[in-house]
């Protein structure tokens, strides 16, 4: 049965549990950080952090989706990682050099658990065991930051926006039907391609049965659509 932990919510401590950097850790723990955190809403486009910033809190997104993204020189975003439900970020910063090396803006409406490095640190003191959860979730976030350059540099156009639509396409076989969360712009830069380069991939995909009407996507077969984000030929 499903308990409330610290300040948290039942249904927000059952995601933390899905967490692998809250995963292992007893319920005490759970307990100690839930009540050192804080989980409020935020609104679209609300900024939650700028680069160069003190880090000295990190994040746990409930609800919505948040972007990360580093400014260049001549003030264009580089995307770097859109979070989803269910993910936490900017913990490493804590433990670096104490600042924040992106900006973080929410891309739709939130709901964020913010707990801060002092927080944290109180919560070390009681159990142990947190900072390992912590070395696990950072290994674990390196592993996928090494499979994201790794599609970047090698996987063509069609591969990348097949995998990415899968993400969010319901587990199964057969036709599907879904909303994309956030507008195709934002997804051309979190694949690292121009915004036409997207619609290429896009008309790439139709043989596979995916056709998109704004953010409305329809996959006529999901299967066909697995197969196509596994394949290695040249785009």
Do not use: Y
């Amino acid at each position: 049965m499903s308990q409330t932990l610290g300040n948290l919510s039942a249904d927000d401590a059952a995601t933390l549990r899905a967490i692998p950097l809250f995963g292992k850790l007893s319920d005490r723990a759970l307990s100690l950080l839930g009540g050192a955190a804080i989980v409020r809403p935020v609104v679209r486009g609300s900024t939650l952090f700028l680069q160069d910033e003190m880090a000295d809190r990190f994040f746990v997104l409930f609800d919505g989706w948040v972007k990360l993204f580093r400014l260049t020189r001549d003030g264009a975003e580089a995307v770097v990682h859109v979070i989803g439900p269910g993910e936490s970020f900017a913990e490493a910063a804590m433990f670096a050099d104490g600042r924040f090396p992106v900006c973080a803006e929410a891309v739709t409406d939130a709901r964020i658990m913010t707990l801060t490095a002092e927080g944290f640190a109180r919560c070390l003191r009681e159990d142990e065991r947190i900072a390992f959860g912590m070395l696990g979730s950072l290994s674990i976030r390196l592993r996928h930051l090494v499979t994201q350059i790794e599609q970047l540099q090698v996987q063509p156009a069609p591969q990348r926006v097949a995998a990415f639509l899968l993400r969010f396409c319901p587990p199964g076989d057969g036709p599907a039907q879904f909303q994309l969360p956030f507008d195709k712009a934002l997804i051309a830069r979190r694949l690292g391609m121009q915004p036409e380069t997207l619609s290429r991939a896009l008309a790439k995909l139709r043989p596979a049965g995916v056709d998109t009407q704004g953010l409305a996507v329809t996959v006529a077969d999901r299967a066909a659509l697995r197969a196509m984000a596994e394949a290695a030929e040249d785009e």
